[in-house]
């Protein structure tokens, strides 16, 4: 047994040195910079979703409607190595559905990839992918087990004041999807009524509301993450 094993080895080994074996090549997962810049655009198209909303959910069981206040907060996220996401929080990680989430975007696919940790003890994380399209966001998740589809679908409205998050069911992954729950309101510290208009994020784009200074000038970014990305390099930003 053990000298049959040493030749299968030895002749690997002699296959491999006369180039008929090739090892398997060493897998890169670092994306380029040509494709983080394409995921970082893609998500600045959902640029509104930033900031702080108070949401109103909303459900029926039976004949009745059930309803509870959330609030749900988007921010940007930036990685050492020049990667960019957005994350997402679910009434301070204790959500009726969902604790966090992040939003990436998968440039080889072309497609919008939310994952989201479920509120449930012990859920594990769900991945969403769609596509955007004319600013609505489409995104869906199969259990493997049941064979359910849910459908989660989100935008803007009112010129980005207004919020509007709506889940459906598809029982089996067959027929047409059912209303589950839906979440809607404004964002924080917005009325319907407008006003001026707010500054351009100077990390992302976008509406800011939070000011931060460099040299003595005072600049604006959307969120914490745009802010402590900001801060730790205030000289790029600045220009």
Avoid: H
Avoid at 185 to 208: H, L, M, R, Y
């Amino acid at each position: 047994m053990l000298q049959r094993t040493l030749c299968r080895a030895a002749l690997a080994a002699g296959l491999l040195a006369l180039g008929l074996v090739t090892a398997a090549p060493a897998q890169d997962t670092k994306p380029s910079a040509a494709d983080q810049a394409k995921a970082r655009k893609a998500l600045q198209d959902v640029q509104d979703f930033i900031g702080t909303w108070n949401l109103e959910g909303t459900q029926k069981d039976g004949g009745k409607t059930i309803a509870w206040k959330e609030q749900v907060k988007w921010g940007w996220k930036f990685g050492k190595d020049g990667d960019a996401w957005v994350a997402v929080e679910f009434a301070d990680k204790k959500g009726k559905y969902f604790t966090t989430g992040e939003l990436k975007y998968d440039v080889a696919k072309k497609l919008y990839a939310l994952t989201l940790t479920p509120s449930a003890k012990g859920a594990t994380p769900q991945t969403y992918t769609g596509a955007l399209k004319s600013g609505v966001l489409k995104v869906e998740y199969k259990d493997e087990k049941t064979k359910d589809v849910y459908r989660l679908t989100m935008n803007t409205t009112n010129d980005g004041i207004r919020f509007a998050f709506k889940a459906e069911k598809q029982d089996g992954g067959k027929g047409l999807f059912a209303s589950a729950y839906a979440m809607n309101g404004n964002k924080d510290g917005e009325s319907i009524a407008g006003g001026a208009k707010k500054p351009e994020c100077v990390v992302s784009g976008g509406a800011a509301t939070m000011p931060v200074t460099y040299n003595g000038k005072t600049y604006y970014v959307c969120c914490s993450g745009c802010r402590d990305e900001f801060n730790a390099n205030p000289a790029k930003y600045a220009k």
